[in-house]
């Protein structure tokens, strides 16, 4: 009973914020509103995906947002400058993660600890290589997230090709069962003959790589950079996991319901909007907002349990 309301609640969550966005706005009721209403989902959901890796191996990273506000500087001069150096740089940043995922776990440092060290690191980095903002999207990428697919906005159709490739890879896939076993037990996968320090470097790896893919969607959509343009999506990767079903503990996560969560905050933002909610309220909204659904799946999970 509780696994079924892990995913049903991000559901009806999503559902209940856009009939309301719709009553208030029934112009958004389009394919226009609706690109406008998820137009940041992209990076937001990849970022989600990012930290859903490290907490199903039962770590959290802050550094997460500052990563990928590295990736978006590197995307916006390097990879569109020099294509080749760009991209050399985006696999140094990938390796990095999976060395630092193989670092906690070899010395046994508390991943909250180290993650938030390195955000200063990526931080750093990032000024230095845009000290101010600018830079400019490869066209290519700009290209490919403004394409306008016959039915539905590209950040909904992106949406679900990711979901539906973060669940094959995590929850069908033999790695995914061994990661996500690795999260609710790791001492029996040890002594199962897996190499933990390869799988936590693995975890973090995939991490890393969901990162760098979400700095450059971000740019994609906003054309430019800036070294603090997604510190926020620390905070919003994290709420977007837990509140799309995902534990801190145990190995238990849900891609599809992570999706759907990143999906339900930006909807939150955009309803906040049109609230005309000042935006020093809306961070606080938007937590009242993933209290409440908590708490309902707090309540049903007693109640499935006491059944």
């Known amino acids: 009973m509780p696994q079924r309301y892990r995913i049903l609640l991000p559901v009806v969550s999503l559902a209940v914020l856009l009939a309301l966005t719709f009553w208030m706005q029934p112009r958004a009721m389009s394919y226009f509103g609706l690109n406008l209403l998820f137009n940041l ?8 995906i990012a930290q859903m890796m490290i907490i199903m191996v039962n770590d959290i990273d802050l550094s997460l947002g500052a990563f990928v506000s590295l990736v978006a500087c590197v995307t916006a001069t390097w990879l569109n400058d020099a294509p080749l150096t760009g991209v050399l740089i985006l696999l140094l940043l990938v390796l990095s993660y999976a060395a630092m995922g193989a670092v906690i776990h070899v010395l046994e440092l508390p991943a909250i600890v180290v993650t938030l ?14 000290p101010t903002p600018g830079g400019a999207a490869p066209g290519w990428l700009r290209t490919l997230m403004t394409v306008k697919p016959p039915l539905m906005p590209m950040a909904v159709v992106a949406a679900i090709l990711i979901a539906v490739v973060t669940h094959l890879m995590v929850m069908r896939s033999g790695l995914g069962t061994v990661l996500r076993g690795l999260g609710g037990n790791a001492r029996s996968v040890a ?5 933990v320090t390869l799988l936590k470097a693995t975890a973090y790896g995939l991490a890393g790589l969901f990162g760098v893919l979400a700095g450059m969607a971000l740019v994609g959509l906003t054309t430019s950079a800036d070294a603090n343009i ?23 996560v849900s891609p599809v319901g992570a999706v759907i969560g990143a999906l339900t905050l930006t909807l939150a933002a955009s309803f906040l909007s049109f609230l005309r909610l000042s935006p ?5 909204a ?5 209290i409440l659904v908590l708490t309902a799946r707090l309540l049903f999970s007693r109640r499935g349990a006491a059944a």
């Open 117 to 130: 060290g390195m955000s200063f690191v990526w931080g750093g980095l990032a000024l230095f290589i845009l």
């Open 230 to 252: 997604a510190l926020r999506y620390t905070l919003l990767s994290i709420a977007g996991v837990i509140l799309g079903g995902g534990e801190f503990i145990g190995g238990k």
């Open 41 to 48: 989902a992209v990076p937001i959901a990849l970022a989600t």
């Open 286 to 290: 938007q937590g009242a907002i993933l």
């Open 191 to 195: 002594r199962a003959g897996w190499n």
């Open 280 to 284: 020093d309220w809306q961070i606080g």
